[in-house]
């Protein structure tokens, strides 16, 4: 019985990918073996590992083609100094998220939108891949502890999850932020809403950036950090540092997790209270998800005003209900009535960012907040009208610096 030309050319390409697996694993395993090895550290890395792979890909195999040699000394610089199969997907400007479903499953996100991506990784390959990215910062990740957030050398946010959590194999989830800074026009803004939000941040108002995930609340907060005057102390604070501020002046903050033996922890809500002590102009708390909310909003009612922050929220509205939440979270106590006085003396405008069919992020409304009988309202400044941003309200509150101009009203509705 003879084979069909297709059984016979799938035979050939797996003995290929064997050979091929094999090679690599000897060059990696005399590179492991070389007494220089431990001179490829620091500065240019991977410049002094591509050429001693280089050496020793050669030395293996001397007869390979041209293109077939680049190839494979590519696929070993990005395992041994970089994240393997991952890297030609990172080095991609126009990739700005990377999932890792399990093994040979991946997507990437472009322009908004998810595309499939055919990735040769199997479970150990990814779980080694985190772990060369969690090591150096004292993380790990293992079935004691099967869940891990890092950034790597480029900002870009990982976030690994490993079974028996993960049902089908390690999940990875790496979000990038663009090279190149969104200015507020990239939120589907005019001329009027945009100078409204320039001058809130100039004049001290406190900003809250409201929107679900993804949906682009820490670009606009970038964004928006824009305006603030280039004289001014800012001091970051996130649970993991993302936001990128232009401004020469700035302190950024980054809370720790606990070590593997489940100490040395550093919450946001601490670096919000460390924060007060370092003569900050503005304090720009990356995003409230707990008990730091109760610092944040004691800071802005006491003198720490032009602060800006981001929540997840599904509006306007619906970002002070779950603000209130969150400062129940910090136990203090505090009656309710009180938390809401709070927060009507500590925010001024909620900002809310949705994303559209399409992967299209816009600002959906600036809203100012108002007092109520039962609690904070907000009123809206500009809704989307339908095509665009409309104008709907003159806004009411002061300026918090005293130096500020009075608020843009031309074109706006009083």
């Avoid at 690599?24 to 090895?37: D, F, G, N």
């Avoid at 993804?214 to 606009?220: E, F, H, N, P, V």
Wanted: overall charge neutral; proline content about 8%.
């Amino acid at each position: 019985m003879t084979s069909s030309p297709t059984s016979l050319g799938a035979r050939q390409n797996g003995h290929a990918r064997a050979d091929v697996a094999a090679l690599k694993q000897r060059v990696h395993s005399r590179l492991l073996a070389s007494p220089t090895i431990t001179e490829l550290e620091g500065p240019g890395r991977e410049a002094a590992v591509r050429a001693r792979l280089a050496e020793l890909l050669r030395d293996e195999e001397p007869l390979l083609p041209t293109a077939v040699f680049e190839r494979l000394l590519g696929e070993l610089t990005h395992e041994v100094a970089g994240l393997g199969p991952l890297e030609p997907l990172l080095a991609d400007p126009e990739v700005t998220e990377v999932m890792v479903n399990g093994p040979g499953r991946a997507y990437v996100e472009r322009a908004g939108r998810l595309h499939p991506v055919a990735l040769a990784l199997d479970a150990a390959g990814i779980a080694r891949l985190v772990e060369r990215v969690v090591g150096p910062l004292g993380l790990r990740l293992d079935r004691s502890s099967p869940l891990v957030d890092a950034r790597l050398p480029d900002g870009s946010r990982l976030h690994a999850v490993i079974p028996p959590l993960a049902v089908d194999g390690p999940c990875v989830t790496i979000r990038r932020f663009g090279a190149c800074a969104v200015g507020l026009d990239g939120f589907g803004l005019g001329p009027r809403a945009a100078d409204l939000l320039r001058w809130a941040v100039f004049a001290g108002w406190n900003i809250l950036v409201s929107g679900g995930t993804s949906a682009g609340k820490t670009t606009l907060l970038n964004a928006l950090s824009g305006a603030i005057p280039a004289e001014e102390r800012v001091v970051t604070i996130e649970e993991t540092a993302e936001l990128r501020l232009a401004q020469p002046h700035v302190v950024r903050l980054e809370a720790r997790p606990p070590n593997a033996e489940g100490a040395g922890a550093v919450t946001v809500r601490q670096l919000v209270r460390a924060a007060l002590r370092m003569r900050p102009d503005r304090i720009v708390v990356g995003e409230v998800r707990g008990g730091e909310a109760l610092d944040m909003l004691q800071a802005l009612n006491t003198g720490h005003d032009g602060s800006l922050s981001t929540i997840h929220a599904n509006g306007a509205a619906d970002a002070l209900a779950r603000l209130e939440t969150l400062v129940l979270f910090a136990a203090a106590g505090l009656p309710l009535a009180a938390v809401r006085s709070q927060i009507a003396a500590a925010i001024d405008v909620v900002v809310h960012v949705a994303r559209r069919a399409g992967g299209v992020r816009r600002i959906e409304a600036i809203a100012e907040l108002e007092g109520a009988a039962d609690g904070p309202a907000v009123r809206p400044l500009f809704a989307w009208g339908g095509t665009t941003l409309e104008p709907v309200d003159a806004p009411a509150r002061p300026a918090r610096r005293p130096d500020a101009p009075a608020p843009p009203r031309e074109g706006t509705r009083c």
